[in-house]
């Protein structure tokens, strides 16, 4: 037998008393732990219950990197064309204005230069929000121009990967972004200055096969999903199961694709610790 009975039957509340539970108070992870966004914000995006790093954009990683959150953002306004006059479901330019309202971003990176750790470092970091973290001309040529301040002001490059790979309504321009970004990399390579490269969750595509794995020190975050082709591509062109943990972080990194594997907790700490040895100077 229940223990409460409603006595009175036909309730009901108007509308404007009736109370909303605030959206996104509750984060559930993967593995079906249930965290407090606000705890989750606190320990940086990581749920304390699995371990599990919860997919960011640039706003978080500039609060994590810069001091004191404090940055100079270059390009800021750069946007995209429609040179191809793409249409799909929709046209690529309505889609275009579309998230950009929806994610207040112009693209899918964003470049800032700030003190980390009171030195110098360029940060470009891209947005999966924006179409999937695609590269299109505008993400090449903000990199291109990241890389070129960099090496103008002789300052260490940090490259953010977060992507599904190239921009399908930009087509060949968004294949040339490939030669492009990683002849702009041979240029800082030539200049000595340092790269690190940040492959988080996930970086797949034509990122993968250009930029995010040239770093001077290539990284990761834990379990982010790292390859050229999704796992289901490569099962149906080889024919073969594929091995526990593919296109994982750590399979990456047994396998001598990552220098190191960094919890988001140590990220700082770590790029800077690298930066320091690179650069055979006093460690921060």
């Not at 309504?169 to 790269?195: G, N, R, V, W």
């Not at 995010?212 to 062109?237: H, K, Q, W, Y």
Request: proline share 4%.
């Amino acid at each position: 037998m229940a223990w409460f009975k409603r006595k009175e039957k036909g309730i009901t509340t108007a509308t404007e008393d009736k109370k909303d539970v605030p959206k996104g108070l509750w984060y559930k992870s993967p593995t079906g732990k249930i965290i407090d966004t606000d705890e989750l914000a606190r320990n940086l995006w990581v749920s304390p219950e699995d371990d599990f790093h919860v997919r960011i954009g640039s706003k978080e990683y500039f609060e994590i990197l810069f001091d004191n959150n404090e940055f100079k953002e270059l390009d800021a306004k750069m946007t995209s064309k429609d040179p191809l006059i793409f249409v799909d479901t929709k046209k690529y330019s309505d889609r275009l204005k579309d998230v950009m309202d929806k994610t207040k971003l112009k693209d899918a990176v964003r470049t800032a230069v700030g003190k980390s750790k009171e030195k110098d470092l360029v940060v470009c970091c891209m947005d999966f929000a924006f179409i999937g973290g695609s590269m299109g001309a505008v993400v090449g040529e903000k990199i291109a121009r990241g890389i070129d301040y960099s090496i103008k002001h002789n300052i260490p490059f940090l490259m953010i990967s977060k992507s599904g790979g190239a921009r399908m309504m930009e087509a060949a321009y968004s294949l040339m972004q490939l030669a492009k970004t990683s002849a702009k990399l041979a240029q800082l390579a030539e200049a000595k200055i340092p790269y690190i490269s940040l492959c988080t969750d996930p970086t797949t595509g034509g990122t993968t096969a250009s930029y995010a794995m040239l770093g001077d020190i290539n990284i990761s975050e834990p379990g982010a999903l790292i390859g050229f082709a999704g796992p289901r591509v490569v099962r149906d062109t080889t024919g073969k199961d594929l091995p526990e943990g593919f296109q994982t972080s750590e399979f990456l990194l047994e396998h001598g694709f990552l220098d190191f594997i960094t919890p988001r907790k140590e990220l700082k700490d770590k790029i800077n610790l690298y930066l320091d040895l690179i650069l055979n100077q006093e460690v921060r």
